[in-house]
């Protein structure tokens, strides 16, 4: 708009899908703008005035007149803060790029929008998407011209509306993955960046934006995700005048001369506070790992996985004694971890070299295979395949095929292959194909253990296709994302594998943290959860048995001790706990998961709630008691996710797991395992005070709702 102008040629959109609208609008031809994200908006809004309606006011020491923040805000719309795309022209001086919208097509409920740079250095495509689930998908694609080149391109850049105050992300570390961490807004920018070349511990790709009042359980919130495994940059950023915006894209230094695409970022909208956004992101998970798993007639198999019980000490005599041992606790899927490859003794030597090691398995592979399937266990292999030893017959034939710059340090004695070679992705075909075709394999642990160096983005691209390859040649065989742990959860990898190793720690109190917060974005069957060694590998802690098995039976439960150090207390317990999650997998992996809001620090508590047929609810509360309370009476918190009408029969499935001494002169029901009948409202209201518990301890408590007729 030209100063003094006073009407403004617009042009406006609106996609509508599960209960969400999204409007965009594009003022005088320039880029579009988001508007509005959110709630569905009756069909006659005037969407021309809610789209003037994000003019901001101007006022002294400013540009005039101020723009709306666009889809990829240049400096040209008077926009102050960091752009959306860094062009240089082609005299390598930096450029602002002057787009226009050249076409807009829309079709069911997404939109591609097309624009030209007025100079003609630069075009761009933005393509969005609303989903059935409630997800706003945003990706950019700019093409230079005549010689100019693109540095920054992000997936498109989101407005975050004043009322939304508070940035909760996630931070971390190697076996101390999800760390939560919150702040408020303020003047300048918050830059999240992982430069490892992969996700990264301390970098999972997403922050929520909240109202103040916002909570578990009610409020307002904005999710937002790039669905990328490589480098990433969140820029999330309060202008001085005020307002506010996010960007995502990848973290490259370089600038590139051809075609860029950004990844694409993930929005969802709640209003019903932080489990209605992981609710759209649960659901985004389950698609993609469901397009996978199809028709198994197992779902989710409980893992025994070798790791922590022998390290790279391979005996087929001693695996197969292990295997039994696990199946008679009730494993369904034996994964043989690190050291089954040629010359595999530690972790000095041998990535690369992908063939069966005759010396720790002089007949091969198949009789510990055959022995696994004989006790009704499928098998599961591990690999590393985008990693390399020097000391690999690998290295030595193709030392040019290591990826990044000559000297540069090792991690965990290794180095990583550059995997945009087309001979090094054929290679890691047939090396991982050979295996895969002469055995009977289902799934395969995909590890990476080391940040690259310079590592970019078309590493991460290639190894997208390497995996498409492998899922195309090999359908039925699930991948698990695992990278020292959590180095590499984000929604680009789960859109090519079934489940992420949350983490390196098998320590149940870390974990009972960390799954929670994981389950911010990931569903809970997706993050692998395994019962470790009684005395924990990575914290030297030791935990009684019955609360490290139902911490990993909150997710996708597997054992990881070596289970001939079980005593049979331990085993009877393991047993228990694993026969449940095996008659409730399938009720707690479809239902609706809720993080509940806890006003006891030690607490973490979360629910599984389902609405069946003909009113038939279910629900499955997990309090996990990780220290001791403040205070001595249990704080009641408030359920959720049920029906308020409904009358529910509640009992503790674990009152054995209670301490007898601090609860035998209470009168509490659940102490002693009876059975008590509330209603829906009444649980949402705050009336369910458990037993005190010790630290270390998961309370369970199932309800179902009562069938009419039904009397206690
Ligand atoms: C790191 C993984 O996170 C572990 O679970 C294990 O697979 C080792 N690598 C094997 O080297």
Redesign the pocket.
Known sequence: MKKGQTSIALSCWRLDKAGRTAVFASFESGTPCLVHFGATLPAQEDLSLLARLTLPNTAGGQLDPLTSLSLMPTAIEGWQGHPGLNLLGADGQSATPDLTLSEAVEKDASLTFMLSDRLDRVSLTLAIDLNDAGLLSLKATATPHAGSRIGWLCAGAVPVPDRLTRILDHGGRWTGEFQKQERGFATGQYVRESREGRTGHAHFPGATFLATDCSETSGECLGVSLAWSGGHRMIAEEIPDGRRQVQFGVADDSVRDQLVSSPTVCLAWSNDGLNGLSAAFHELGRRFSRSKLKDRAVPRPVHY?C??AI??RHSPEELKQIASRAAELGAERFVL???WFKGRND?TTSLGDWSIDNNKFPDGLAPLIDHVQSLGMLFGI?F?PEMVNLDSDLARAHPDWLQGPDGQPAG?QQHVLDLSKSEVRNYLFDQISAILSDHAIDYI?W?H?RILTGGTPGQTVALYRLLERLEAAFPDVEIES????G?RIDFGILNRTTRV?L??SNDALERLRMQHEASRWIAPEIQGSHVGPRTCHTSGRVLPMAFRAWVAAQRHMGF?MDPRELTDDEAVTLKRVTAWFKGNRDFLFSARHHRLDSRDGEVHAEMFASAGDDGDDRFVLFHGQAGASGQIATRPYRLAGLRSEALYDIRLLNPQDLPRTLNQTVSSPFSKGESVRLSGAALMAGALRLPNAFPATMLVVEGQTVRPGVQT
């Not at 695992?482 to 742990?485: D, I, K, Q």
């Open positions: 996985n790791w922590e390290y790279f971890d690190d050291g972790d591990w590393e965990r642990k590890d253990n695992c990278s020292s742990g180095g190793w983490s390196d990881e």
